[in-house]
């Protein structure tokens, strides 16, 4: 555990300028083709509305967040021009804001408290989506998991802002 008092422990919860959001998506069933929306409920309960895991007794990954930022990078380890964020099937895209940042911290999305759990690694699937070479041109990019605190909606646009 890191001491409070350390000066890394005041660089780690120090200020950082705000994400945004750029992207919805929702898993309504296992394997099933994510649906973009442009808004979505959170609840602590349940988690993301109309999404597969929704109401699962896991409360570590309500919610699946991926960094805008390393699409071009997945993409260039694959020899593709892009990758569409509905192909890593996590449920919101943010851009501008390092979400390993927001690992074991509280923050802000639209009007819902979320808290970053850990690291979101991918699944065999991404050979299958990805084609060969998938799984390992998303590791150590797959983005974030966190557990809803207070429930509220997410839309396109928002912030996400550490608190």
Same mark, same amino acid.
């Given at each position: 555990?890191?001491?409070?008092?350390?000066?890394?422990?005041?660089?780690?919860?120090? #200020?950082?300028?705000?994400?945004? &959001?750029?992207?919805? *998506?929702?898993?309504p069933a296992r394997?099933? #083709?994510?649906?973009?929306?442009?808004?979505?409920?959170?609840?602590?309960?349940?988690?993301?509305a109309g999404d597969?895991?929704?109401?699962?007794?896991?409360?570590?990954?309500?919610?699946?967040?991926?960094?805008?930022?390393?699409?071009? *990078?997945?993409?260039?380890?694959?020899?593709?021009?892009? @990758?569409a964020p509905e192909?890593?099937?996590?449920?919101?895209? &943010?851009?501008?804001?390092?979400?390993?940042?927001?690992? *074991?911290?509280?923050?802000?999305?639209?009007?819902?408290?979320?808290?970053?759990?850990?690291?979101?690694?991918?699944?065999?699937?991404?050979?299958? @989506?990805?084609?060969?070479?998938?799984?390992?041109? @998303?590791?150590?990019?797959?983005?974030?998991?966190?557990?809803?605190?207070?429930?509220?909606?997410?839309?396109?646009?928002?912030? &996400?802002?550490?608190?």
């Amino acid at each position: 555990m890191l001491n409070p008092a350390s000066p890394l422990a005041a660089l780690i919860g120090a #200020p950082m300028r705000p994400g945004r &959001v750029a992207w919805i *998506g929702l898993r309504p069933a296992r394997r099933a #083709p994510m649906r973009e929306v442009a808004t979505a409920p959170i609840d602590p309960a349940t988690g993301l509305a109309g999404d597969r895991w929704q109401g699962r007794a896991s409360t570590a990954r309500q919610v699946t967040l991926l960094q805008a930022e390393h699409l071009p *990078g997945i993409a260039r380890f694959l020899g593709r021009d892009q @990758v569409a964020p509905e192909l890593l099937r996590r449920n919101i895209l &943010v851009e501008g804001l390092n979400l390993l940042a927001l690992k *074991g911290r509280r923050f802000r999305i639209g009007t819902a408290l979320l808290e970053g759990t850990g690291e979101c690694h991918p699944c065999s699937r991404m050979e299958e @989506v990805l084609g060969p070479g998938g799984y390992n041109a @998303v590791r150590g990019h797959g983005g974030i998991t966190a557990r809803v605190l207070e429930g509220g909606a997410v839309t396109l646009g928002d912030a &996400v802002e550490a608190l």
